[in-house]
């Protein structure tokens, strides 16, 4: 199987969607002939040409609504929005517009659309460098999805694109360049279901994400003590795949729950509290937590290394309960 | 103009005053709850300019919206019972008074987030363009809209795309309750829409012919692909804001002049004068028209609430849906 980065499975997904349906198109900043900030969008450009492939200004509101208007009219828009961080200027759109055009009338149409955009950090400071997938996944009528490999970033972008309904894809920035086996050709991802990326039957460790790498790294560490982790990606946000969670709890009777973003208010708690409410009686200790410092994200290199979790974080967490 | 069409325009302006004096009386009686914003003396606008259009161009509203519902055509019963919150409501009891719509008339909806629809309508607009099908979208709007970003970020889209999109704005001089001195530095709103090169004008929004006249050429100059038309109308709303509103921030006296030129009481006479019907006929249609919303308010009355089996129906499309 062809091994390809991330970015290219994304490009792989747009382009064959594209070239399977003529109402597909993208509009976002600097996607046209420059390619993409990312270049995610690198060639498509110069095969679809300007009526498909749109540059759009700099009006993050203007361009969700611009897509759900025209979803709603017909295409089948992609939408690029840069950074999650920038999705705020756009949030009125997206919770108030996009995620409530089905129910609000009545289930007389749909938005059909994928607002594409990517988490991440690198030095970028405060406003450039958070994790808002737990605000898109409170609401329903989104979908919200995190894949964390090139074979997933594939299957469930052209999944979301074909799906009815608005589709917040939510990429990462350190991901991008990560390689991975992606087949040529057509498959799609279920938009609703986690994934198992490593079995055992010692401890579960819940994971999305740029957190799937991490703790995949730390369950062959703690394969190497005698610990059989299991490494569950949930992949999907909204709609939640706790069944794949609590059947694996069920097995381990211990869980820790791994995010990259801040630990209040988040996804992780709302996980942790699903596994005590429906695994109480399985548990042997209490379902740990590996978040992101609460603080303004800062610039230096140090520091900002101290706020987002790594492997020797998750190995405390997991033994703490062992 | 056309003897029929005049009996049209005016027989719809009548309908709707009728229908919003009968929803403040459900009002009253608690048979509408929440907000409920009315259009009593503005009905020449809605009635005039979407009677210039195409019954398969799309109309896109604010949450003052039953006036646009009424002359897209919708029927009186189905959108009373919308606000008194029945099954049987065009939008199955799930909008109310500020998100009427039916998609089988192009009429898109109300939307209740000032401003927020025009990105929306403008993404509307673009699935036209895109599909080169010679429709166009007509998007109304309050005067205290021209504020928002959300208004500036369509405008731009609009003009920059050259999209065929009709943006009215009602300017009935007050922001909820604070008058438009102190809500906008550019109180001309048409001049709002030249910034953005586009083509506009202010007109008499209390004349019913001069709005048809006006949007008949805006749509014309929409739909031969010449980019956006801006119409500002001069109105005035007699009513409050919404029921809720005890208009202290208005002098009686300005209420009392803009009433002279109720846009209903000027036709009517104006259609006695040029012969077009006589005064007997004239007060049959309206008798014809009362019974007609005493009907609907009856049809309200006696639909069913909702089934409440079906509350998360609609969240999302069903497979295979649309």
């Known amino acids: ?322 | 103009m056309d003897r029929d069409l005049r009996k049209k325009l005016y027989r719809q302006m009548v309908q709707i005053r009728h229908f919003e004096e009968k929803c403040a009386e459900l009002y009253a009686g608690a048979q509408i709850g929440g907000f409920l914003h009315l259009y009593i003396g503005e009905e020449a606008i809605a009635v005039g300019a979407i009677n210039a259009l195409k019954p398969d161009d799309d109309v896109v509203t604010h949450y003052r919206d039953h006036g646009h519902a009424l002359a897209k055509g919708l029927e009186v019963g189905p959108v009373m019972a919308e606000l008194c919150g029945r099954a049987t409501g065009v939008c199955k009891g799930r909008g109310g008074s500020m998100h009427v719509a039916d998609v089988s008339k192009k009429m898109w909806g109300g939307y209740a987030i000032v401003g927020g629809h025009l990105p929306v309508a403008t993404g509307l607009a673009h699935a036209h363009a895109f599909a080169k099908d010679g429709l166009v979208t007509t998007c109304f709007f309050g005067d205290a809209a021209s504020d928002i970003g959300e208004f500036h970020e369509a405008m731009n889209f609009a003009a920059l795309w050259k999209l065929p999109i009709v943006f009215v704005c009602e300017n009935n001089l007050y922001g909820m309750g604070v008058p438009i001195a102190m809500n906008t530095a550019q109180q001309q709103i048409v001049q709002k829409a030249k910034a953005y090169g586009m083509p506009g004008e202010r007109v008499d929004g209390m004349d019913v012919e001069v709005m048809h006249a006006a949007m008949t050429k805006a749509a014309t100059h929409a739909r031969k692909g010449k980019g956006p038309y801006f119409l500002e109308a001069m109105t005035y709303r007699f009513r409050g804001h919404s029921m809720a509103d005890p208009e202290l921030y208005r002098d009686k006296a300005e209420v009392e002049e803009w009433k002279k030129k109720d846009p209903i009481h000027a036709y009517r006479a104006l259609l006695i004068k040029e012969k077009v019907f006589t005064k007997a006929q004239a007060d049959a249609l309206d008798q014809e028209v009362l019974a007609e919303i005493e009907a609907a308010a009856k049809f309200a009355l006696d639909s069913p609430f909702p089934d409440e089996s079906t509350l998360f129906d609609d969240i999302y499309t069903p497979a295979g849906g649309r």
Request: proline share 6%; with cysteine; aromatic share 8%.
């Open chain 1, 1 to 322: 199987m062809p091994v390809i980065t991330y970015r290219e499975a994304l490009r792989q997904a747009i382009q064959e969607e594209m070239r399977a349906d003529p109402k597909v198109w993208i509009l976002g900043q600097n996607i046209a002939a420059y390619g993409g900030t990312y270049a995610v969008t690198k060639g498509l450009f110069e095969e679809f040409g300007p009526e498909r492939v749109r540059d759009a200004p700099i009006e993050e509101a203007g361009i969700v609504g611009l897509a759900t208007g025209s979803a709603m009219g017909g295409t089948r828009p992609i939408a690029e929005i840069m950074s999650i961080n920038f999705t705020l200027v756009a949030i009125d759109q997206i919770v108030n517009h996009a995620a409530k055009m089905r129910y609000m009338f009545g289930g007389q149409w749909s938005a059909p659309m994928v607002i594409r955009t990517s988490s991440g950090y690198g030095m970028l400071a405060a406003t450039h460098s958070q994790t808002f997938e737990n605000w898109y996944a409170y609401v329903p009528g989104l979908r919200v999805v995190m894949p964390a490999t090139p074979y997933d970033a594939k299957g469930m972008l052209k999944a979301a694109i074909r799906d009815p309904d608005p589709v917040m894809f939510i990429e990462h920035s350190n991901l991008y360049g990560q390689k991975g086996e992606v087949p040529d050709g057509d498959y799609v991802v279920p938009l609703d279901q986690a994934d198992v990326k490593r079995e055992g039957a010692d401890v579960t460790l819940v994971c999305w994400s740029s957190m799937v790498k991490p703790c995949l790294q730390a369950a062959e560490t703690l394969a190497g003590d005698g610990v059989a982790a299991e490494v569950i990606d949930m992949r999907a946000l909204r709609p939640l795949d706790t069944a794949t969670v609590i059947a694996s709890v069920k097995k381990t009777s211990r869980c820790v729950v791994v995010e990259e973003g801040w630990r209040s208010m988040g996804v992780g708690a709302e996980i942790a509290a699903r596994v005590s409410e429906e695994a109480f009686d399985w548990l042997d200790a209490p379902v740990g937590r590996v978040a992101g410092k609460e603080v303004p994200m800062p610039y230096a290199k140090n520091l900002e290394k101290l706020c987002i979790p790594n492997e020797q974080d998750i190995l405390a967490a997991v033994r703490s309960i062992l």
